[in-house]
């Protein structure tokens, strides 16, 4: 019922940007908070920035000051915007949503590749 697909990954040079999008459908309810998670081979899956409905957001200390994340209601879209990119962030890059519809929970997207190169 629930689908959350993210896009926009790709292969970028260091000092590049790039722009992830999530989009969420289905038959729901509300959305609350929704997230972008990473992880590269071998590394656990970390949080990178994640935005309330309200629009709090929260970042992980590495990646403040150059990634932005944002969310469009109206859409059920979250979007997280990527500046200064270094190798360390290469990773798969998955989108989460705390969603309310017929079964509420937390619900996974399958992924994104953001590969950068140095």
């Known amino acids: 019922q629930v689908r959350v697909v993210e896009s926009g990954g790709g292969l970028v040079q260091a000092g590049g940007s790039l722009r992830l999008s999530c989009a969420a459908s289905?038959?729901?309810?509300?959305?609350?908070?929704m997230g972008w998670y990473r992880q590269a081979p071998g590394k656990q899956r970390e949080l990178v920035a994640s935005?309330?409905?309200?629009?709090?957001?929260n970042y992980a200390d590495s990646v403040k000051g150059r990634f932005t994340i944002s969310r469009d209601n109206a859409k059920n879209t979250v979007y997280l915007q990527m500046n200064s990119l270094k190798p360390e962030d290469t990773a798969v890059y998955y989108c989460?949503?705390?969603?309310?519809?017929?079964?509420?929970?937390?619900?996974w997207g399958q992924g994104t590749q953001v590969t950068v190169s140095s």
């Open positions: 935005i309330t409905g309200r629009g709090s957001t």
């Open positions: 289905g038959n729901i309810i509300s959305i609350n908070a």
């Open positions: 989460n949503a705390d969603i309310m519809a017929f079964r509420s929970g937390t619900y």
